[in-house]
């Protein structure tokens, strides 16, 4: 089983829709959680922290069941710059480098 | 947010050749780096965490004599791809963790990437 699971999608949505991305985690000892965004051929970029208490960042809402281990991503009025992919990125603490997901393709379509 | 260079941004090169990729922190001191490969479609995969002054730990799979890092200072680490061959071909990517003392913050920067492409 992977460490961190996800959708890979693709999700082709119309601007303006709502997209919700979920991930799940196979380590409970995980301590941070983190959506990242990936553009094709670029670096992964830090899109938010993913907080138990549930945090949000404009149009980007995030939320962490540590029972389920389970993150989820809403994005809110997509836009066509919004395409991209998402990965869902868990840290299990210590000196450890981060966990990726396989990642969520999003598509906005006009 | 913290900056992370890397050098070359893309290559090609012969079967059999070393090639170097330079990642340096360019605003903050990074005492542990990682290095990625991402394959098409694919998600990052961890190959090994470089710590400045020390060895490098290598991930479960990853031929260290294939792949030779080197941490030498606070800002730089290099990954050789010695004897590349065509299935090395991927995306590898670096990445730098700011710390900050008796806190949690625990964030990385990742560089650009580099594409390498062997024939």
């Known amino acids: 089983r992977k460490e961190v699971e996800q959708d890979p999608g693709p999700f082709n949505v119309p601007e303006g829709a709502t997209v919700a991305f979920n991930c799940t985690y196979s380590n409970s000892a995980s301590q941070s959680f983190f959506w990242y965004r990936q553009d094709c051929r670029k670096e992964p970029k830090l899109l938010m922290s993913v907080y138990s208490s549930g945090n949000e960042d404009g149009r980007f809402t995030a939320q962490l069941n540590r029972a389920s281990q389970y993150i989820s991503l809403l994005i809110r009025d997509s836009k066509l710059s919004d395409s991209a992919t998402y990965l869902c990125v868990v840290n299990s603490g210590g000196r450890r480098a981060l966990t990726f997901g396989s990642g969520t393709r999003l598509q906005v379509q006009p | 947010g913290a900056v992370v260079s890397q050098h070359p941004s893309w290559v090609i090169c012969k079967s059999g050749t070393s090639v170097k990729i330079e990642c340096r922190s360019l605003d903050f001191q990074a005492t542990t780096m990682f290095w990625y490969r991402q394959f098409p479609k694919q998600s990052l995969m961890l190959m090994a965490t470089?710590?400045?002054?020390?060895?490098?730990?290598?991930e479960q799979g990853v031929e260290k004599d294939k792949f030779l890092i080197n941490h030498a200072s606070l800002t730089l680490s290099t990954l050789t791809v010695t004897s590349a061959h065509p299935e090395d071909s991927s995306f590898y990517i670096c990445?730098?963790?700011?710390?900050?003392?008796?806190?949690?913050?625990?964030?990385?920067?990742f560089g650009p990437g580099t594409r390498l492409t062997v024939l």
């Open positions: 470089s710590n400045e002054g020390s060895k490098a730990t290598y």
């Open positions: 990445s730098a963790r700011v710390t900050v003392l008796h806190s949690s913050y625990n964030e990385q920067f």
